[in-house]
Structures are given as structure tokens and as C-alpha cells.
């Protein structure tokens, strides 16, 4: 079945470091791939979205790129602030859109300090 | 536009006893999804409705839980008896239709079982 992987956290960083969150995914033919951000006690935000192969999203900073080849959507962002600190969630909708659930990763908790 | 309302925000029970949990979603979004999230691991979806219809409930444990979404509108999960490993948060999202994304998430409700 699909399925999403993302690296282990947490992660800490140092305020203006760059930050890249592994994420791999299996699937069947071509996924929509997402990341959303949990900031504490909140719900889910969409941080962006790649619905095709070489697909770049972007929001705030952060960027993904759909690589097919290595059924990869790494998350990067080049300077990271406090305020960045949250969960991030990897996820995909299966391809034949399959009712769009989305199906996440584990989540990769990311503490940035000043 | 008003966000995904939930309630309540918390709740704490023993295990064997009945909760309830309630969701409005987005105005004018027809489909609705239920995700459990127990700590440490991602969202799961639970159950997705598009107007007062079930489109997918594979992952509900029937035993034990229900949904409905009598009016196409707002949505009650309930668990009936509870079980200790049903401690979690439990999400409600709201999208405009089947496959459309951004999925919209509310806070959720977070249910400890003593």
C-alpha cells in the first residue's frame, strides 16, 4: 500500500541554519505530495504542495522538490527562525486520487534556538 | 472565513465509558474526514464523508466507533466503550469536494483514557 517515511527527529537547530527534513514515499504510480506543519497545540497547515514529477513547492522559505527517481520530497529551508519550531508532517494522496485522504509520515519534530 | 470549529479541546475519561466529539466544518466545504493521531506517529483517517454520505470508513473500528453527518454539515464522532489505546487527538478536516485539496484542519480534541 502507500506509504510515507520521514526522517527521525527531533531536529534542533541553531537560528539561521539550513534545515533539510528527509521524507520517501511508495506508491503506485504518481502521488500528489504534501508537507503540512503542526505549530503546538494546534491542528495541520498546509506548507506546501508538488502534484507532479520535478514539481518544486514553496512557502515562507521552504521548498520541496517531487524527485520520481527517488520517490523523494525533501523539505529545505536555507535560514531558519524560532518561530519555525513545529512538527512537520510529510504526506501524499494516492494517485487515481483515491477519495483524497491523505496518507502522513511519522512527523519530524524541528526546536530551533536562538 | 471561520476555520474547522471543534469541541471540546480536551477530555479525560476511564476507560469503558462513552465520549462524543463535534465538528463544524468550513462553510461550504462538502467533504469532511475524522483522523486519529496518536502521539508520536502521524494522522490516520478514521472516516471521510462527502455531504451526509460515507466514502470511505475502512479504517474505523466499528466495534467501538461511530460517525455521522446527518444534515451534510457539521459531524459527531463517538467511541463506545473506550479503550486505552484510543488516547489521541482526534482531527476533524473539511475540504470543498472528494479529492480536493487543501484539506482544512481544525485544533482538535485531545482524549486521555485512564
Known amino acids: 500500500g502507500n506509504s510515507v517515511t520521514q526522517m527521525e527527529g527531533p531536529v534542533t537547530l541553531s537560528e539561521e541554519a539550513f534545515l533539510t527534513i528527509n521524507c520517501t514515499y511508495t506508491a503506485t504510480g504518481y502521488p500528489s505530495l504534501f508537507w503540512y506543519v503542526q505549530y503546538p497545540g494546534e491542528g495541520l497547515q498546509l506548507l506546501l504542495k508538488?502534484?507532479?514529477?520535478?514539481d518544486k513547492g514553496s512557502n515562507k522559505g521552504f521548498e520541496a522538490t517531487y524527485r520520481k527517481e527517488t520517490t523523494s520530497f525533501h523539505l529545505e529551508k536555507g535560514s531558519v527562525q524560532v518561530s519555525d519550531s513545529a512538527v512537520y508532517f510529510c504526506a501524499l494522496t494516492g494517485p487515481y486520487n483515491q477519495g483524497g485522504k491523505l496518507i502522513f509520515g511519522q512527523g519530524t519534530e524541528l526546536s530551533v534556538k536562538p | 472565513e471561520a476555520g474547522v470549529a471543534q469541541s471540546p479541546r480536551y477530555k479525560i475519561i476511564e476507560k469503558r465509558q462513552s465520549v462524543a466529539f463535534w465538528c463544524n466544518p468550513i462553510s461550504g466545504h462538502a467533504t469532511l474526514y475524522w483522523y486519529q493521531q496518536i502521539l508520536g506517529q502521524g494522522p490516520k483517517l478514521l472516516i471521510q464523508f462527502q455531504n451526509n454520505g460515507v466514502v470511505d470508513d475502512s479504517q474505523l473500528p466499528k466495534d467501538r466507533f461511530s460517525a455521522e453527518r446527518l444534515k451534510g454539515v457539521d459531524s459527531t464522532l463517538k467511541i463506545q466503550p473506550a479503550k486505552l489505546e484510543d488516547s489521541a487527538v482526534y482531527l476533524c478536516a473539511s475540504s470543498l469536494g472528494v479529492g480536493e485539496q487543501p484539506q482544512h484542519f481544525g485544533d482538535g480534541t485531545r482524549l486521555s483514557i485512564l
Open positions: 508538488a502534484t507532479k514529477a520535478d
